[in-house]
C-alpha cells in the first residue's frame, strides 16, 4: 500500500473513531440503509388530540409540529392505528379528583405512582377532537383508552395497572402485523409506554423521533428515552422510512 493510501486509510479511520465516540456512526450507518414498510408493518398514531397541542387543556411544547410529518408518513404505510385518550368527567388521573393536589403533582394508586393532570381529553369534547388537519382516512382502528375511571392509560396496548389490555395486541397479531412505527404525543409518557408494551408483547418497534414532542416533566424525557433503549426499542427519524 502506498503511504498516501495509508494516510487516507488512516484519516477514515480517525473519523469513524470520532463518529462512534459521538454515538453517530451507529445512527449514520442505519440510516443509510432505508427502512421499507411492508404489509407486516402499522404506523400507529399515538393521541394526535387537541388537548394536547397548543391552545388545548394539556398542550405539548410543538405538539401541532407532527401533523404534517405523520401525514406524509401515512402515505408509506398500508396499516395505520390512531388512539385517542379518551377519560371520563372526574377521572382519577385528574388533580381536579383529589381535594388537595395540584396538577403535576404524585399520588400513589393501587396500580403504582400516578401524574396528576389536568382535567384533559374529557370524552365527546372538541378538547379531545382528533387534530384538525390529520389526514389520515386511510386508518383502519382507533383506539380509545383511558375511559376507565380508576386507572390511567397511557400505553395503547395496556391500562396502567398492566394487567387490562386496550385489545390493540389482538387486532395487530390476528392481522399479522409484527412491526410498528410509532408518531404522536407525548414521546415520554403515552408514546413510550406504547413502545415498551409493544416490545413486551413481541413485536419490533420504532419511535420515529420527528414525528414526536415530549411534555419533559422532570427529566422524564431522558428517562424514557433510557428505557426503551433497555428494551430493544429503536429510535429512528422520518427521514430513515423509504
Not at 404506523?43 to 405538539?63: A, I, M
Not at 406504547?194 to 415530549?214: P, Q, S, Y
Amino acid at each position: 500500500m502506498s503511504s498516501s493510501n495509508r494516510r487516507v486509510l488512516l484519516s477514515l479511520s480517525g473519523s469513524a473513531a470520532l463518529l462512534a465516540a459521538s454515538g453517530l456512526l451507529g445512527r449514520t450507518a442505519f440510516a443509510a440503509g432505508k427502512i421499507k414498510p411492508n404489509a407486516t408493518s402499522a404506523l400507529v398514531v399515538v393521541d394526535v388530540q387537541n388537548c394536547f397541542v397548543t391552545g388545548g387543556t394539556l398542550p405539548v411544547k410543538g405538539g401541532e409540529e407532527v401533523v404534517p410529518i405523520i401525514n406524509t408518513l401515512s402515505g408509506k404505510f398500508e396499516n395505520i392505528v390512531v388512539t385517542q385518550d379518551w377519560h371520563t368527567k372526574g377521572h382519577t388521573s385528574f388533580a381536579s379528583a383529589h381535594p388537595g393536589e395540584k396538577p403535576f403533582g404524585m399520588k400513589k394508586m393501587f396500580y403504582g405512582n400516578q401524574v396528576l393532570w389536568p382535567d384533559h381529553c374529557v370524552q365527546g369534547t372538541d378538547d379531545a377532537a382528533l387534530h384538525k388537519d390529520l389526514t389520515l382516512a386511510s386508518a383502519q382502528l382507533i383506539v380509545r383508552k383511558g375511559y376507565h375511571s380508576g386507572v390511567d392509560s397511557y400505553s395503547a396496548f395496556m391500562e396502567a395497572d398492566g394487567k387490562t389490555p386496550t385489545g390493540l395486541a389482538g387486532y395487530l397479531k390476528q392481522r399479522g402485523i409484527k412491526t410498528v412505527f410509532l408518531t404522536g404525543l407525548a414521546t415520554d409518557f403515552c408514546v413510550a409506554w406504547t413502545a415498551t408494551d409493544a416490545r413486551k408483547l413481541g413485536f419490533e418497534a420504532f419511535v420515529i423521533e420527528d414525528a414526536t414532542r415530549a411534555i419533559d416533566l422532570n427529566g422524564s424525557l431522558a428517562a424514557a428515552w433510557k428505557t426503551m433503549a433497555a428494551k430493544g426499542v429503536k429510535r429512528i427519524q422520518s427521514a430513515d422510512l423509504a
